[in-house]
């Protein structure tokens, strides 16, 4: 009868405690507080003095304290128990409960805490796996007894699905934020193109997901054979680290050396480890990859022994790779920067050098007046004038136009100017000189590239113009008052080996003028894609008929340029004109 009122009495004792069990499993999926709550409810049963729950690690086979009441926190935040290791260790080993009266009698314990004499250890088993252990230690012997054993295993059975629930719900709620952070990572990281800029948002971001207390970017150098520190922080200060590492050596060194992360909870128990900084304890180096080559390595450390795990592995490994593109990037586009600046560099000599071949200044003639510009499309051009003197008053007046535009038209350019002077001291006459210049130019050819110009001799005593044309816009003349169109014609120079060409004599008169231009006056567009045309050109050139030769040239790429205004300079433009002096000026500047 007694026998049968304990049964009773254990049964109306157990029952709340199962329901109350159900209720902690049923209302909360969060781990920490599913442990708490775990702590409570056995805290009702079993009035213990030091508890702890160890979770087991399945990839290292280690315990690890998840939650502790009366451990220092030293010792929790270190301690790894192998299974078998220790009566947490062997209870999680044997899937039983282990009760000790007096474990200073027993030499499996391993002693964490001063003055223990009893322990009980039991498992959280479920769905036949051991996910940890609820560990009870008291001071005094035989605290501990069956019916506690009993009650603390039916409480593990029941819990150990709701403390892996929670593992679960934990895990998966942080690697959905870890994926969200992440992503969130990757879009800012690629905005960002200055390198040094990029390496210090890097540490900043990075914080957000590991809470690091030594951090370094190393990048490999050109020679890909080590290692330069490119970022360093110690204790949230920049550092400047000047060591190169050879790929191989120390613990990033290897990693670049494998293309692997590697993890190390303790660097004092590592043969690869190379001291850079004392406090130094666990440390995580991440191989930066882009297009299947190592670019650098960024490197985790911390002071405290086992500090990053696999999940920090996993996330780095993870934000690795979109570090290696943006530091790519980056990379790319400060080469880019370089690269355009020297061009820039490059571009503004050659323009200087292209203005310096032009006349610095117009000859002074008694009888004529001159004027000229070029402005070209891009920085340099192809388009050239030249006024080359002959003797006996005579001069020689140059307008050429080159194929294509930028640099390879500017060398062009310089090597037909040069070929023009050269040829210059026997006094050819216009025609004679686009022989012998498309001569010169077929014994370099040069594929797809040739040039088009006007040649023309103002002799200043007899006021007569010689002129040629191969292949430039037919110039005009003002005689008299009229506008005629000089039906000079000719091919273009440096294409074919033998061809002649036309000469053109005019008897000039004061007031007359002589214009020719390049086309890239003759094709500018406006936004509807219409030409400025030969038509405009000649009215404006009519407009300026009495003005001086400087009012032509002005006119025309003043009315040019608002006539494409808005509307990209697609060919270099050139103007040369010249003005017969009247009489009276021409008297007035002798007497001078």
């Avoid at 990757?186 to 900043?204: F, K, P, T, Y």
């Avoid at 370089?338 to 503004?348: G, I, K, T, Y």
Wanted: hydrophobic share 45%.
């Amino acid at each position: 009868m007694g026998s049968a009122l304990n049964k009773h009495e254990k049964h109306l004792h157990v029952e709340p405690l199962l329901l109350e069990v159900a209720d902690v499993m049923a209302t909360s999926l969060d781990l920490d507080t599913t442990l708490r709550r775990v702590a409570e409810v056995v805290r009702e049963v079993i009035d213990y003095q030091i508890f702890a729950i160890l979770l087991l690690n399945e990839k290292t086979q280690e315990l690890r304290f998840r939650f502790q009441i009366g451990y220092p926190p030293e010792v929790a935040e270190r301690a790894r128990i192998k299974v078998g290791e220790g009566v947490t260790g062997m209870a999680a080993q044997a899937r039983q409960a282990i009760l000790i009266d007096d474990v200073t009698l027993d030499s499996r314990y391993i002693a964490a805490i001063p003055n223990v004499r009893s322990e009980l250890a039991v498992p959280l088993t479920t769905k036949n796996r051991v996910i940890g252990v609820i560990d009870l230690e008291a001071k005094d012997p035989g605290y501990f007894n069956e019916e506690h054993m009993h009650l603390l295993t039916l409480i593990a059975s029941r819990m150990a699905a709701g403390i892996e629930n929670a593992q679960l719900y934990t895990r998966t709620t942080r690697q959905a934020r870890i994926l969200l952070l992440l992503n969130e990572i990757a879009r800012e990281l690629s905005s960002i193109l200055n390198l040094d800029e990029l390496l210090g948002r890097i540490a900043e971001l990075l914080r957000r997901l590991i809470d690091y207390q030594m951090f370094s970017i190393l990048l490999l150098d050109p020679s890909g054979e080590k290692l330069q520190h490119r970022f360093s922080l110690r204790f949230n200060e920049n550092v400047h680290m000047k060591n190169d590492i050879p790929l191989g050596r120390g613990l990033v060194g290897h990693a670049a050396q494998t293309r692997q992360a590697i993890l190390v909870p303790d660097v004092c128990k590592d043969p690869r480890y190379v001291e850079g900084n004392p406090e130094t304890r666990s440390e995580l180096a991440v191989p930066l990859i882009y297009k299947d080559k190592v670019v650098g390595v960024l490197d985790l450390e911390h002071t405290r022994r086992g500090f990053f795990t696999e999940d920090h592995r996993r996330t780095m490994g993870t934000l690795a790779a979109q570090v290696a593109i943006a530091i790519e990037n980056a990379r790319l586009y400060e080469e880019i920067a370089r690269q355009e600046r020297r061009l820039e560099r490059d571009l503004s000599l050659a323009r200087e050098l292209q203005m310096r071949l032009l006349p610095q200044t117009l000859p002074k003639l008694q009888h004529l007046e001159l004027a000229a510009k070029f402005t070209p499309a891009r920085a340099i051009g192809g388009d050239l004038y030249d006024f080359i003197p002959y003797s006996l008053s005579r001069l020689g007046i140059v307008i050429g136009d080159v194929s294509g535009k930028g640099a390879p038209a500017a060398i062009y350019a310089a090597l037909v100017s040069g070929i023009l002077r050269s040829h210059a001291p026997i006094e050819p006459g216009p025609a004679e000189m686009l022989s012998a210049v498309n001569l010169s130019l077929a014994e370099r050819r040069i594929e797809a590239q040739f040039v088009s110009i006007i040649y023309a001799v103002w002799d200043d005593e007899h006021r007569t113009l010689l002129v040629a044309n191969s292949g430039l816009p037919r110039p005009v003349l003002v005689h008299d008052g009229k506008i005629t169109v000089i039906e000079a014609t000719g091919l273009p120079l440096g294409l074919f080996d033998d061809v002649s060409y036309d000469e053109f004599r005019f008897k000039m008169k004061p007031g007359d003028m002589f214009v020719c231009f390049s086309d890239g006056i003759l094709d500018a567009r406006n936004r509807s894609g219409e030409l400025f045309g030969r038509g405009r050109v000649e009215t404006i050139i009519a407009e300026c008929a009495g003005k001086s030769a400087d009012c032509v040239v002005n006119s025309l790429f003043k009315a040019a340029g608002e006539h494409s205004a808005g509307v990209e300079t697609f060919d270099d433009q050139t103007v040369v004109a010249i003005k017969v002096k009247d009489s009276a000026a021409s008297g007035s500047s002798k007497r001078k």
